[in-house]
């Protein structure tokens, strides 16, 4: 019996060690590019693509459990769908796997077929799982996420016909859901003819454009009307949704942006990180030191209140006027915005609180986040890794959050941090006109170390700023690969 005790214990001791082992060689592959962009193709992806298409209607399931069966009602929402859309273009830009830009169309087709207001322009809002429309109305949110799939699915292929929806689309919200009248602000919804049905002003419409398409779209393509646009979405954000008192982004106002009192109460996490964030980043390509003023102050009081340095988990709720107590839970979206503002805070500042920080929150998403067993990520967990909600799949969750965390911890990490080359694949459907920029970051820093057309090398480029010059025609398969220059002050590399 005595033997048997030891053995045991021995055992026990064992395997503490070698799990301590493969956690710190799992967290040190973390800091490495290569290991975000496998997470995309194969934790994230792969699953998604196996379990979540509907193959019998076309798009994607709506609402999946921990098992990726189909539970919940059988509704689709084209801005979720567009999500997907977004994905699977970043798979593709990732991998050059075709299977990925077939997906990325497939979700295209389903939503130009059925959720496309051929009268009067946007999309609808929901449809039933055979693509029959429920609601006509335009909500401004999912319309936000509708453009963010068309902007990234563009990105990758050019395509002059996805352009045309992708520019109908910006206008619907840039002229008829912006308030002229009354300090700016995006409206919450319209009636189908466009006209102003919800005048509210709540939080996710007026950000989501920046961080979902313009600023991407301003990296792809150079043109200063998407970051004049950015600029004046977080000036309006600060001049009218900045609490004055505590520095915190708030929720909901009317349409003369007076505080809906009621919906502000708590403090919600990821938004004020999205906003520190697109601040640090239009800061990168202003220059305007009061932008990077903002960041900072409203990240000191982020991560003084609403990350947990010993876990590495962000909270989801603070209470306003007493942010010590918060909600015990951290949804997937908000533990990913948190870890992409610690590592882009790391890259431009170099101080080592922001990697810590980042180090430890991207160890908490990898370890209690991710679906070791069946892929995918849950929907939230406790502080000590307790599922709250196992769900892959609900009606705001889709594979979107965790593919742009994985897309930008790589390029974040390759570009800045660790000065790696990094390689990036498209399919250039029609001519390109405008200026081809190929790397999605705030960076023009870079050398262009290989042009791929069709498997040659395209020696006739002229570099311009970090642009290419392609060739006048379409349909070819592009790769390029680019490195950050070498000269000037880096943070530290990881080894």
Same mark, same amino acid.
């Given at each position: 019996?005595?033997?048997? *005790?030891?053995? %045991? ?9 070698v799990s301590c082992h493969l956690s710190a060689a799992i967290a040190q592959e973390a800091m490495h590019g290569d290991y975000w962009k496998q997470q995309v193709l194969d934790d994230v992806l792969a699953p998604w693509q196996k379990h979540a298409k509907d193959q019998e209607y076309g798009a994607y399931h709506t609402y999946l459990n921990k098992d990726w069966e189909v539970v ?17 273009? *970043? ?44 609601? /006509? ?16 699915? +563009? ?97 909901? +106002?009317?349409? $003369?942006?007076?505080? %809906? ?21 239009? +800061? ?14 409203? $990240? ?33 979206? *908000? ?47 406790? /502080? ?22 994985? !897309?930008?911890?790589?390029?974040? !990490? ?9 390689? !990036? +694949? ?36 002229? $570099? ?29 590399a990881i080894p």
């Open positions: 019996m005595e033997r048997l *005790v030891s053995f %045991l214990r021995t055992f026990v001791i064992l395997l503490f060690i919940g009602p059988d509704k689709k929402y084209p801005g979720m769908i567009a999500r997907h859309m977004f994905s699977f273009s *970043v798979g593709y830009l990732l991998s050059g796997e075709s299977q990925h830009l077939n997906l990325a169309r497939d979700a295209f087709e389903f939503l130009v077929k059925n959720a496309w207001d051929e009268q009067y322009g946007g999309w609808y809002y929901e449809l039933d799982r055979a693509g029959k429309v429920l609601s /006509r109305d335009k909500d401004m949110f999912t319309h936000a996420y509708a453009i963010t799939g068309l902007a990234m699915y +563009y990105i990758v292929t050019r395509d002059a016909r996805v352009k045309s929806y992708l520019d109908r689309s910006i206008r619907v919200l840039e002229e008829h859901a912006w308030d002229k009248a009354n300090g700016g602000g995006y409206f919450q919804g319209l009636h189908r003819d466009l006209s102003v049905k919800d005048a509210n002003k709540v939080f996710s419409p007026q950000l989501a454009p920046v961080s979902g398409y313009l600023l991407y779209l301003h990296a792809a393509t150079g043109q200063d009307k998407y970051l004049k646009i950015s600029e004046r979405i977080l000036d309006t954000t600060l001049k009218h949704m900045e609490d004055k008192r505590t520095g915190w982004v708030m929720e909901a +106002y009317d349409r $003369n942006w007076a505080p %809906l009192v009621e919906k502000n109460r708590m403090m919600n996490t990821g938004h004020n990180v999205e906003v520190a964030w697109m601040l640090m980043r239009l +800061y990168a390509l202003t220059g305007k030191e009061g932008y990077r003023e903002k960041a900072l102050a409203l $990240n000191e009081n982020l991560i003084r209140y609403a990350f947990d340095p010993e876990t590495g988990m962000w909270y989801h709720r603070l209470k306003v006027d007493s942010p010590e107590e918060h909600s015990q839970d951290s949804p997937w979206w *908000v533990q990913a915005y948190g870890n992409m503002l610690q590592l882009y805070l790391y890259a431009h500042l170099g101080e080592e609180c922001f990697w810590e920080n980042y180090q430890k929150g991207a160890a908490f998403w990898n370890k209690h986040f991710l679906d070791a067993e069946r892929g995918g990520e849950f929907t939230s967990v406790g /502080r000590d890794g307790s599922l709250l909600d196992s769900s892959k799949a609900g009606k705001y969750k889709t594979s979107y959050h965790a593919v742009e965390n994985g !897309l930008l911890n790589m390029m974040y !990490l390759d570009y800045w941090v660790n000065r790696q080359p990094l390689t !990036l +694949y498209y399919h250039i459907n029609s001519p390109v006109t405008e200026d081809f920029f190929p790397l999605l970051l705030e960076a023009r820093d870079y050398d262009v170390k290989e042009v791929l057309l069709n498997g040659k090398r395209w020696k006739k480029r002229k $570099n311009r700023n970090g642009s290419i010059k392609l060739p006048a025609k379409g349909g070819y398969d592009l790769v390029v690969q680019v490195q950050k220059k070498s000269r000037g002050k880096s943070v530290q």
